[in-house]
């Protein structure tokens, strides 16, 4: 008997034919199990390797958030300003709305960088020599402030400057026809500080001193503010 090969895939029995189909199908799909279970690893890598990176800019970033502000850290970290490291004038003088006086101005004139908060203690003299110690304002026609709390914390670097009001009313309150003799000189203490500096009372602005006129009830209204900026004042 004789075997003819069949060359002819056309002629190539039914049977023959599907066998074959059935097992290019197998190994494609063998092949593309195998493709996605590698692709499957290499992703894994790939994510095991970009977490170092996340946690480097984690940290990289953490130290910001730690960082406190320079003007809060400043304000904490220095100590009071006293009496030897102050220049202490009297400034943007003038009258207004039924009062007269200034701004107490507080200069640093050292070296180092200190801090001032709540009220200067200022005792007003008269020429004859009479004390009077300045009563502390809760509101100010004169520099339109008014006190809120907690009162403000200055922060005065090498030539940086304080300010405080010091005004009076400048009329006679009730039947009286006129005012107490003004406080010809102010005896000035920076908060929390026991030296003192003496500066004239004059106010230019206003062209008097600093009047010592009562209230009705007979007490001074000469007085001080907190501490502040000359920002929050005008000028």
């Known amino acids: 008997m004789r075997f003819r090969v069949v060359r002819d895939p056309q002629t190539r029995p039914t049977t023959y034919r599907k066998l074959t189909r059935a097992a290019v199908r197998d190994r494609s799909v063998t092949f593309g199990f195998l493709a996605v279970a590698a692709c ?12 170092p990176g996340a946690a480097s800019a984690s940290s990289a970033t953490s130290p910001a958030n730690n960082t406190s502000s320079p003007s809060s850290a400043s304000a904490a970290d220095t100590g009071a300003c006293v009496t030897s490291q102050l220049k202490i004038s009297l400034t943007n003088t003038g009258a207004l709305a039924g009062q007269a006086g200034g701004y107490l101005k507080f200069t640093n004139n050292s070296g180092t960088p200190c801090r001032m908060t709540g009220w200067p203690a200022v005792i007003g003299l008269t020429a004859s020599g009479q004390a009077t110690r300045l009563r502390h304002l809760q509101l100010s026609m004169f520099g339109a402030w008014h006190y809120s709390a907690p009162p403000p914390v200055v922060a005065l670097q090498p030539g940086d400057s304080a300010y405080a009001i010091v005004a009076a009313d400048d009329r006679p309150a009730g039947n009286s026809n006129r005012c107490p003799a003004p406080y010809a000189r102010l005896r000035v203490s920076p908060p929390g500080d026991s030296g003192n ?12 001193y600093l009047p010592s006129c009562a209230s009705v009830n007979g007490s001074p209204t000469a007085g001080t503010s907190t501490i502040t900026t000359l920002s929050r004042l005008p000028h």
């Open 40 to 51: 499957g690893l290499g992703i894994t890598a790939c994510a095991s390797q970009a977490a």
């Open 197 to 208: 500096v003496t500066i004239s009372a004059w106010l230019p602005g206003a062209g008097s």
